[in-house]
Structure formats: C-alpha cells, structure tokens
C-alpha cells in the first residue's frame, strides 16, 4: 500500500545528465520528512534515467520515489501536468533537473503554508552557472509577504501594485487541490511553461505567501532546452500565450483589476514583438515568420473595460488602448525602428523594457 505523504516533488527529466545526480539529491537530501517523488521520464537520449537508477538503488528515500514514462517526449508542460495528475500529497512542488533546493527548501515553504495557510508560498531565487558563481538573485525583499483578501487579491498585489511575484512555476508550493479545482495546467506541448501556468495561478489565487530565504538555485545553463529565448518554436510560444491571456481575462472586464491585466498584455506583446524583431536581426529567426508573429501580436485582441475609474491605472490603460488602436504597419514600423537603432536602452526609461 502506497504511503500517504505531506508533499509532493515532480521533476520532469528529458536529457540533464550532466546535472541530474546533484538535483536529485538536493530533492532526497530534504529535510523534511514526508515527501513524494515524482520523476517525469521525458524519454530523453542522454541516460539521464540510467543515473536516477543508480542513484535511487543507493538512497534510503529510494522507496518514496515513482517514476512516470511518458513514452514518447511530450514536452515539458505535458510533464508538468503529469505531476499534477499524479501527485498524492497534499502540496506540490515543482522543480527541473538541473537546479538544486536548499536542503530545507520543502521544511521552509511547509513551514509558511502552516503558519499561513494559503494558495501558493514561493520563496527566493539565487542563480547560480555551472561553475558555482552566483549570479543575480531573485528575492523577496525586504521582508516576507502575506498577501490575502477578496478573490483577485493576488491579481491586485501584482497587476495594479506592481508587486513583486517571479513568474516561474518551480520554487512554488502549491495547495494541489488549488491547481486541481481550478483547473490550473500547462500547455502540454511548450517548452515555455512558465508565463501561461503562473498567470493562471496569480489570477486565480486568493492568497499567497512570498519568503526572503533562499530555497532554490536556478542553474544558468547555455544548453538548456530554452536557453535561445527567442528562437521561432519560443517565438511562437510566447505568441500563443498572450492569445491566451486575453481570452482568459474576458470574464473580468468589470472589475477594476481588468485595465492592470489589459497594461501587461499590452507592455508583454509589445516586448515580445520588440524581442522576435531582435532576434531577426540577428537571424534566429527569419523575417517572414518575425513578421507574421508581430503583426498576430500587435493586433488589439482583448475586450474593452467595461468599468471606469479615476486611477493612473486606468489612465495608463487607455494610452495603451489608443497606441494598440493604430494601424498595424505604423506599429510593426515603430518596433523595427527601435530595434535596428538599438534604442532599447532610451525607450526603457518609460516602458520599463
């Protein structure tokens, strides 16, 4: 009979054999007690699975880990689904197979969602290349944050008061019946999860926590699978998530939260069309597939408010409104000028690039 556990780990693995016997560990190695391991085979080709085995025929939390064959690689948002559907304990964490936990990462956030029950906690980032250096980190500063209220509190926090909440889905522990009930996945076949699953999650979250500790080491690998950022599959990713995102937002049109969702869908299609014509010019991508990718994102896609307020929030929305309203080729022209002069580093004075 299978053990009832407290937690849940699910970490999809597809080709981190450079890096997987470390991450595991840092995940067996925890120091709390009850957690469930999942591990998502993405049927990668490296022998990834044949270090897990190794590895797992050795530790004494051997007996708490399962592995999921996915057949055939699915990407990893259908891995990261996987977890969701086959977790048991009653949180999950999601981590990738070439980061580390602090050894009390799961024993910290626990301790936050006990002392505070709620939604998601999500602690502090530090990021870190393969050589140990640390990097810029990612934190929750100055002090812990215990975010709650109405049924958008958390849409409020980050949209309307430009609070602070990194939107990577690892690094999060989330309530599984939260995710569960509210129908919260990924797109099974994305490679960039991440924007789609936590927009989801900060919508539709009541409350949350934010730690200052650090509980996870990002590793900045130059070979990862998404390390171009802006290749054309990333590209077109990116595209079809703000093709989600106004879509998603329409049932709050009447809310005073909707002009904050409508600024960031309109800033995030604007830098990501800034960003696929950058990557043109530097022929990653090419200039037909960039073209047909900014002309779908500049287009004005979202409902209207249907609310008006007397708020610089709202004032800010109805400038985006106005631009978004010009004509395609005008904004397409705009883009490409500011790109080919390298005028990023001005523009991001105003617009926070």
């Known amino acids: 009979m299978k053990r009832e556990y407290l937690v849940t780990i699910a970490m999809p693995i597809y080709n981190a054999a450079l890096f997987v016997e470390k991450s595991l560990l840092s995940a067996l190695n925890q120091t709390f007690p ?32 399962y592995i999921i064959d996915q057949v055939h690689n699915q990407k990893t948002g259908a891995a990261r689904n996987a977890g969701i559907d086959n977790a048991t304990g009653k949180y999950l964490l999601f981590m990738d197979s070439d980061d580390l936990l602090s050894l009390d990462c799961v024993e910290k956030l626990y301790n936050e969602m006990q002392k505070n029950p709620v939604d998601f906690v999500a602690g502090s980032i530090n990021r870190i290349s393969i050589n140990g250096i640390a990097f810029k980190s990612e934190l929750y500063q100055p002090v812990d944050k215990y975010i709650s209220g109405d049924d958008i509190s958390v849409a409020e926090y980050r949209y309307m008061y430009n609070g602070q909440i990194f939107p990577m889905s690892y690094n999060k522990l989330y309530s599984l019946s ?175 690039f």
């Open 34 to 65: 009850s957690i469930e391991y999942l591990l998502i085979d993405d049927k990668g080709q490296d022998g990834s699975m044949d270090i897990v085995t190794r590895v797992l025929n050795t530790h004494p939390r051997g007996g708490d880990v």
């Open 178 to 352: 939260f995710l569960r009930e509210n129908d919260i996945r990924c797109i099974p076949h994305f490679l960039i999860e991440d924007p789609w699953f936590t927009y989801q999650v900060l919508l539709c979250a009541k409350s949350c926590s934010l730690i200052s500790d650090i509980t996870y080491y990002y590793l900045v690998n130059d070979n990862s699978i998404t390390s171009v950022r802006y290749s054309e599959i990333n590209a077109r990713q990116y595209a079809e998530t703000q093709k989600l995102k106004c879509e998603y937002i329409k049932k709050w049109t009447e809310t005073d939260v909707y002009p904050a969702l409508l600024n960031d869908i309109m800033f995030m299609s604007v830098y990501n069309a800034y960003m696929i014509y950058d990557s043109a010019m530097k022929a990653i991508i090419d200039w037909r597939v960039a073209d047909e990718l900014c002309f779908d994102l500049l287009k004005r896609n979202f409902l209207l408010p249907r609310r008006i307020s007397v708020n610089w929030c709202y004032m800010k929305c109805v400038l985006g409104i106005i631009v978004f309203s010009f004509p395609i080729r005008l904004k397409v022209i705009i883009i490409r000028m500011i790109v080919k002069l390298q005028l990023k580093q001005y523009v991001k004075r105003w617009l926070h």
